[in-house]
């Protein structure tokens, strides 16, 4: 599989270019969902493209969204990605990176879930003992297991922007209190379900972010991705140490490697050496052969 930073359809009305998605039209109600071999770290989106990145996502994805699909319904059509491209180089460019989905209105909230303490997390929790309002208790060390997982949600910022941890009474103003409830409800049991699986295949997922949105009846929806190795903190549970920044199977490695470099973390990023490169792709594809037994070579 080639790898691919920018798709380049021309049969399809271009909607927008994400960190990582290219999304398209298909018609009124349908989305193509081009996931790129595009990598972003603090923000910045890298030169380099990481082969298989997209396609690891993609079915890490659709696995999910099968496995949790009794929670909450999602936005998959099942409808084959290259039947709604035109040439055979398109067909080559979508191939096993892409989904069709159903176009539904998305709320402007992620839906943060967190098991472990770490990130922006630790960072809130070292200077309030809070994480998004919530009290937690003292002496807590980085990447230590919650007494429970925690709804900690956050703003959908614009490419290029940070993401901001909000309150669940923010939420609540934004959206309402019973749709409010719905979405922390339906995240912290999507990501219960899926801590345990991953536990048992050697995986921890210390957090995730969940993307909802709403059908013409107000029915709530799992749109965008599901626990991926870009949406999560995946750490190998057989190197779990509490007290520091495990080793992880997430783009973790490559934002150790920026931290080493005299970079303001601004654009342009810097471009990645090659064994960056293929340690942070062979990362990915592991994940996704613990999780799915799928092995990408």
Not at 27 to 36: A, K, S, Y
Not at 39 to 58: E, N, Q, W, Y
Not at 67 to 79: C, D, K, S, Y
Not at 99 to 116: D, F, H, Q, S, T
Request: include cysteine.
């Amino acid at each position: 599989m080639t790898p691919l930073f920018e798709s380049s359809l021309t049969s399809l009305p271009l909607l927008g270019r994400g960190k990582v998605r290219d999304i398209y039209a298909v018609d009124e109600r349908r989305l193509l969902i081009v996931t790129t071999d595009r990598l972003s770290a603090f923000d910045v989106v890298l030169p380099d493209p990481i082969p298989f990145k997209g396609a690891v996502l993609t079915a890490m994805s659709e696995f999910w969204f099968r496995r949790l699909a009794h929670v909450v319904p999602n936005h998959l059509t099942g409808i084959d990605p290259e039947s709604v491209v035109k040439t055979d180089a398109e067909r080559a460019q979508v191939r096993g990176r892409s989904m069709v989905v159903n176009r539904y209105r998305p709320l402007p909230v992620e839906a943060v879930v967190r098991g472990y303490i770490i990130g922006s997390g630790w960072k809130d929790y070292q200077a309030t003992g809070r994480i998004c309002g919530i009290a937690l208790p003292a002496g807590l060390r980085q990447a230590d297991r919650l007494p429970h997982p925690i709804f900690t949600p956050a703003t959908k910022a614009e490419t290029g922007a940070h993401d901001e941890n909000i309150t669940f009474e923010q939420v609540v103003n934004t959206i309402g209190a019973a749709l409010a409830a719905k979405v922390r409800d339906v995240a912290l049991r999507l990501y219960g379900e899926a801590a345990e699986y991953a536990r048992e295949r050697g995986i921890i997922i210390a957090d995730t972010k969940f993307e909802f949105g709403l059908d013409a009846a107000g029915t709530l929806h799992l749109i965008d991705e599901a626990l991926t190795a870009d949406s999560s903190r995946f750490w190998p549970a057989d190197q779990y140490r509490p007290g520091s920044s495990p080793p992880s199977f997430d783009k973790q490695f490559v934002r150790d490697y920026l931290e080493t470099l005299d970079w303001p973390k601004q654009p342009p990023g810097p471009r990645l050496p090659p064994e960056v490169i293929a340690k942070t792709s062979e990362k990915y594809r592991e994940a996704l052969f613990r999780l799915t037994g799928t092995r990408l070579e």
